[in-house]
């Protein structure tokens, strides 16, 4: 098979062209290794089998008549389950959305069916994209490839297990307040979020509105250059995006980092794990070696961003979700669960159908957060809370203003860790939401300031028997994206 070689996404398409495997044939591999291997790790939630032959043989009959063909075209991938295709299940991992079938293509998947790409599937994730571990879905947990009693990371679990476990060659994730760059990390691949409005939301079920952006996952940086060309520009379908020049990130790529500003937090490296310590102390020293600059840099406010993104994301989930109540979207439960005609006889009210298909519809991580959403918007507490937690936002994006600025000496990147440890048990965390939300530390800034972020992994941690992948992340300036994937394929391929 030639599957059993990892291949990029540049060298299947010389293949494709080449005529030394179709694009059919490519998506059969894929499938066998996805049976294979997907009973254990369970990336998937749902295999679209019938479309990807259907568009694995309209890249072959393309190839068949001499036809050009571009650089994604019958390149197979995942989507993450929130993100919708047309008339295939989108359950978010969910069980309110079980039976849901999208009516419509999201944008980034109207895009990445006009590049010929071919999906294998949708792919397991947090209920709703709340949590960093993929336990949190409905369905049951995602494991790591890399140790099937770990965690893959979160929200997009099921997408960076994919790529990992070379089940498929891209994939994409959603990323509120780290759900791609810190799965990525923790399997081992490369996980963008790009700046928040470069990708339109059109199609993505929402959590949180102003931080949620699509990004890819892929194993090299190249890989995922090419889907975010093919993903990014504005939509007049998602007010948010920005308008911006269509763009080939890939030829950004000039493995260059000479005079490169990258800017370094002391707190944060100064309080990590000695392990972690090292591999960060081993990322700098590269970058060095390869010509760039590094420069102490502080971030006064940003330990403040995980706070005010548990206050900010759960208000805007409170809103967003208010529409799965079993009339407007979602399962109805009147006669399932609970009797259709209760006790006294009479049939539900309105109010007993909206309450009982959200009492049964939801998992416990969706309903705290609905809690504290509400609680944290409602009068009396709104400027306590929620209205602060936004003053606290623009210090933190002015924080980012100021360490970028050129003309103050200003750095072209920030260097942090993507997370603290390498993935955890399955299990671990679970009993203690604040010990899951602490995974965030690093990740949730970028997602509070709107900037671009990367995780680039750096090597592996020894833990118990097990050698586990850990990454850092790098920031970059808001639409700067073409930095971010020079300095991270720089690092790459040194
Ligand atoms: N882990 C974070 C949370 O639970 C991030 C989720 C995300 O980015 N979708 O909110």
Redesign the pocket.
Known sequence: MLHDKCFMIRELHEKLINKEISAVKLAEDYFAVIEKKDKEIFAYLTLTKELALEQAKKVDEKIARGESIGILEGIPGAIKDNILIKNIRATASSKILDNYIAPYDATVIKKLKDSGAVFLGKTN??EF????STENSAYGPTKNPHDLERVPG???GGSAAAVAGDMAVWALG???????R?PAALCGVMGLKPTYGRISRYGAIA??SS??QIGPIAKTVEDVAIVLSAIAGEDKMDATSARSADKKYEDYLTGEVKGLKIGVVKEYLENLNPEMKEKMEEVIEKFKKMGAEIKEVELPFAKYSLPA??II?PCEISSNLARYDGIKYGMRIDDQETSKVKADGLPKTLLETYLDSRKYGLGS?VKR?IMLGTYALSSGYYEAYYLRAQKVRTLIKKDFEKVFNPSADGVDLILTPTTTTPAFKIGEKTEDPLK??L??IF??TA?ISGVPAISIPCGKIKVDNSEMPVGFQLMGKWFDEENLLRAAHAFEIM
Do not use: C, H, K, P
């Not at 994209?129 to 960093?132: E, L, P, R």
């Not at 959603?174 to 791609?180: P, R, V």
């Open positions: 994730l947090d994209a709340m949590g960093s979160g929200s997009s959603t990323d509120t307040g780290g759900s791609i810190q959590m949180g931080l949620d993104y548990y994301m991580e957060r899951m939300y995974e965030d990740t949730v997602n």
